[in-house]
């Protein structure tokens, strides 16, 4: 078992429309995380301790886009629908919105780079981070990669994440293990 605690706080990376389901950029099974974050959600609430949001937030001609020669279909562009959290993704008001990947010329996969991520989290304390969301063996992988770099202890939601590719899903699993990140699940957790 473990007990979220003081100097924990829940990450969720990127679960955005347009990584659902009838997105631009759809995760294949990728809105199965909502409901599992949402218990996540309700933990962290229930013990009044910190939630964090990333959000892919490009400009409409973002480096990442094929008509600009990157690999993926326009997608998160900020302010669009496809950008919005979905609806039925509890996030408190009070959670805190980190936008990423917000230059036109430069790509961002963890919510740490070009970010005030980390300054945002020591403020609060943290030390802990539970991750979950979008996807596997993109934005969480590197999220996760950078937390260990900067020293927090992570702990992986392996049931609140989705990867685009299994077989790459299954070798960012791998690799988030060798980091030395912890996988848990909903039965877990206290
Ligand atoms: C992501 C591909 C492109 C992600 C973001 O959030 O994992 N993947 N942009
Ligand atoms: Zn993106």
Redesign the pocket.
């Given at each position: 078992m473990i007990e979220p605690t003081d100097h924990d706080a829940l990450l969720v990376?990127?679960v955005q429309k347009d990584?659902l389901p009838g997105g631009a950029?759809a995760v294949p099974d990728g809105d199965a995380v909502v409901p599992v974050l949402n218990r996540y959600l309700e933990t962290f609430r229930r013990r009044g301790l910190p939630v964090f949001a990333t959000r892919?937030w490009h400009p409409p001609d973002h480096c990442?886009f094929r008509e600009r020669g990157g690999p993926?279909p326009a997608?998160c562009v900020a302010g669009t629908p496809g950008a919005e959290f979905p609806p039925e993704l509890e996030l408190p008001t009070e959670a805190d919105v980190v936008s990423k990947a917000t230059e036109p010329e430069r790509e961002a996969?963890s919510g740490f780079e070009g970010t005030d991520l980390e300054t945002r989290l020591k403020r609060r304390g943290v030390r802990r981070l539970f991750v979950g969301g979008?996807?596997t063996e993109?934005?969480v992988l590197n999220t996760v990669r950078d937390a260990i770099r900067r020293g927090f202890e992570v702990f992986l939601l392996t049931d609140a994440i989705r990867a685009v590719n299994p077989e790459d899903g299954r070798k960012a699993l791998e690799e988030m293990r060798r980091l030395g990140a912890r996988f848990v699940t909903l039965a877990d957790l206290a």
């Open positions: 990376v990127d990584f950029l892919d990442s993926w997608h996969y979008l996807a993109y934005c």
